[in-house]
């Protein structure tokens, strides 16, 4: 007995945890500051922890009120049917749902590069596979309507990601409608918007209530702090919402991860606090960082710290690139951040916003090693 053939699925390899980079470096865990994986700097909400306690003496039940009451909160925020909320296993369970409900085998999806890893490896666990279409760092990895439609060819499902990983740019609603009107009938346009809580443009949702082929993927774990609870939902067109009882595994997202949700939404104050804060650290990063840096619209700044593949920092030769060596000689110092060459930004980091105090280390270390 062997497997199926899986030479063409590539592992994802997450940004390390503290404990392990702080075990390598012989470091106090305490000194090091992770800004490689866009969490929440302030923590979970403090409303989400208490639940989190409150319902943790019910596990030995299946979940079942939590998922429903979470969904109709859900419906009841965003104006749409109960049917139309579908909860997952973090954002990335939610692509599976997509993929589980729209592709049919050997169907493809059309995805940004750079680009989120998942949506690739979802599309091939389930027969499918990606082409994509290329956001350019000379117009500032500008995202209309037209990058799209330039590659597009027919796929199933369009992916758009806005606010986009690593670069931080967002396709304005208007484009993500002329989107929907241009391609074919049967593509789905997929707009993640992950980071939306981040964002100075609308959300997509207007196009979900009037139309039939614009879905939605949002998580709690940037902004509400709950990457550890694995919680996300897609927002769904109500034509064929009720797909979702076909295709999703029973009890996929627990009671507390529920519980937490549910919390976390009645949580104005962590949220204000939030957004207010990495507001103030991505005008920190532009103003301080020695390095070009993009506006971004998410929790997270992408910055050029070197000529890119095969130069070192400061454009002599290295073996690593400059996104790289730069990252490696930051974590020396206790700052973690993001080497954006499996992004194929090979030249550049992703720095996740957090506070003041974080950033102001943050950047004294970066310009150092970029300068060095
Ligand atoms: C973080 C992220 C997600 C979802 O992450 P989950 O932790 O699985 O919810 C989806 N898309 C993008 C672009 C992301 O950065």
């Known amino acids: 007995m062997e497997p199926r053939d899986l030479s063409d699925h590539s592992i994802y390899r997450a940004g390390r945890g503290i404990e392990e980079v702080a075990r390598e470096l012989e470091l106090d865990p305490g000194e090091l500051v992770k800004l490689s994986s866009n969490e ?9 922890v208490a ?4 319902y943790a003496d019910v596990v030995h039940l299946y979940p079942k009120s939590s998922h429903t009451d979470l969904i109709d909160r859900l419906a009841d925020d965003w104006g749409l049917a109960p049917e139309q909320i579908w909860l997952a296993n973090g954002g990335d369970g939610v692509l599976d749902c997509f993929s589980r409900a729209v592709l049919r085998p050997d169907e493809r999806l059309l995805v940004p590069q750079p680009g989120f890893a998942y949506y690739g490896m979802s599309a091939r666990y ?6 994509s279409y290329q956001l350019s760092k000379a117009d500032g990895f500008a995202q209309t309507a037209d990058t799209v439609l330039e590659a597009y060819d027919g796929e199933r499902v369009v992916v758009v990601t806005s606010p986009h990983n690593p670069t931080g ?4 609603l208007d484009e993500v409608e002329r989107l929907a009107e241009e391609t074919d009938e049967d593509t789905l346009v997929l707009v993640d918007e992950a980071y939306g809580e981040f964002a100075n443009v609308e959300s997509a949702v207007s196009l979900v209530r009037e139309r039939d082929d614009v879905a939605i993927l949002r998580t709690f774990s940037k902004a509400y702090g709950l990457a550890g609870m694995r919680l996300g939902y897609g927002l769904v067109p109500e034509s064929w919402a009720d797909a979702y009882a076909r295709i999703h595994t029973p009890f996929d997202t627990g009671e507390l991860t529920c519980r937490a949700g549910l919390a976390a ?3 104005d104050e962590h949220i204000e606090q939030t957004v207010e804060m990495v507001e103030t650290a991505r005008e920190y990063l532009y103003e301080n960082l020695d390095a070009r840096t993009w506006k971004s619209q998410g929790n997270f700044v992408l910055a050029e710290v070197g000529a890119g593949e095969g130069a070192g920092p400061a454009g002599g030769q290295s073996e690593t690139t400059g996104g790289e060596a730069v990252t490696d000689a930051a974590q020396r110092e206790g700052i973690i951040v993001r080497d954006c060459s499996s992004f194929g930004l090979p030249g550049c980091v992703r720095i996740t916003c957090g506070t003041s105090e974080q950033m102001e280390r943050a950047v004294a270390v970066l310009n150092e090693v ?3």
């Open 169 to 172: 740019s967002v396709m304005p």
């Open 40 to 48: 929440n700097v302030l923590g979970p909400s403090p409303k989400a």
């Open 51 to 54: 639940a989190t306690r409150e």
């Open 126 to 131: 389930h027969h499918g596979d990606t082409e």
């Open 265 to 267: 939404l009645d949580d």
């Open 370 to 372: 970029i300068d060095a």
